[in-house]
């Protein structure tokens, strides 16, 4: 079973006296970690990587044997090679989109920082790995280390996780940072990037597409079921991953000044049967044209870095479905990648943030 406090993380954690000084020098290291992707495109290495991801029981949330039946029985045999054709569409001559441009970001964080501070990267599953980058920070001395999950939105399926797995693999001191979907530096990063694109799209209407979630992984407080949409986060205190993304589709809307109107939030993502949160991104796509949208301008403000959801998923499925559908234009809005404006967003949330969480060596 999930650990309560991944699934629902604080959305303003009590201010703490553990922030660190801009300068906190070379006993304080910094871990950077996304999810992860295959070493690369074939078959076998897809199949490797989805039997590590999927066997993470915050991930699929059944009984362990059943789930290794599944994962190891049916999913992995029978979706390696579908998924090693969509990687292949995507894939770069330097290698998985993901890793490149987290590895980008990762030199442009540390140029943000004050010099002194050792950084690594890691991936929760896969290359670079999180004992890796753990023990590459102790042995560089580091005494605290923070963690820094790059999901601007907090769930047991990804920050959790993270979270989880360094308490496993490193018995020191780590300052456990939380989400960072309402912070007003990231959001102006994201609106500046958003703005960009949008302006020169006269006409068109924004889709905001956020990773879907399983319903059931949606048991925060302030949540109540619902026959449709997964789960109702309007209540005050709401605190779970949906809420967190519908905060963000709010804010970065008065950031830029938009009318609601015109701005639309969906979910992405789903994957095999039951109840997931919505409206679904697909259903979305197609639904828009026969609403008089013809122009349509993308964004996916749950990823800090282009990968496979959003490269494939959304700029080459979600465009194709747009356009059947009856749309005219369809825009995709790259992530915020190694801009130098997120990274300095993101060295400042690492320094200063109050912790979610600590841990005592």
Known sequence: MAAAYAVTMPLNPAPAAQSLPRDAGSDHGILLVNLGSPDDPSPRSVAHFLREFLSDPQVLRMPGPLRALLVNGLIAPLRSRASAMKYRRIWTTEGSPLL????????????????????????????????????????????????????????????????????????????????????????????????????REPGAELLLSF???????????????????????????????????????????????????????????????????????RDTLRALPTRGVKRLVVAAPAFVADCLETLEELDLEGRAAFLEAGGESFTYIPCLNSSPAWAAAAAAWAMTAPPWAMTES
């Open 100 to 199: 490149v441009h987290s590895r980008a970001f990762l030199g442009a964080f540390t140029r943000a920082l004050a010099p002194g501070t050792s950084v690594r990267l890691a991936m929760r599953y896969g290359q670079p790995s999180l004992s890796r980058g753990l023990s590459e920070l102790r042995e560089a001395g580091a005494r605290v280390i923070s963690v820094l999950p790059l999901f601007p939105q907090s769930a047991a399926a990804t920050t959790g996780s993270i979270l989880d797995a360094c308490r496993r693999l490193d018995g020191g001191a780590l300052r456990l940072l939380p989400a960072f979907h309402a912070w007003p530096p990231y959001l102006k990063a994201l609106a500046d990037s958003v703005r960009s694109t949008w302006d």
């Open 211 to 281: 990773h879907g979630l399983p319903a059931g992984h949606l048991d925060g407080p302030g949540c109540r079921p619902l026959e449709e949409g997964g789960a109702c986060c309007r209540e005050e205190g709401a605190s779970c991953y949906r809420a967190q993304c519908l905060e963000t589709a709010r804010a970065l809307t008065r950031e830029l000044g938009a009318p609601e109107g015109r701005v639309h939030a969906a979910f992405q993502s789903r994957m095999g049967p039951g109840r997931w949160i919505g409206p679904s991104t």
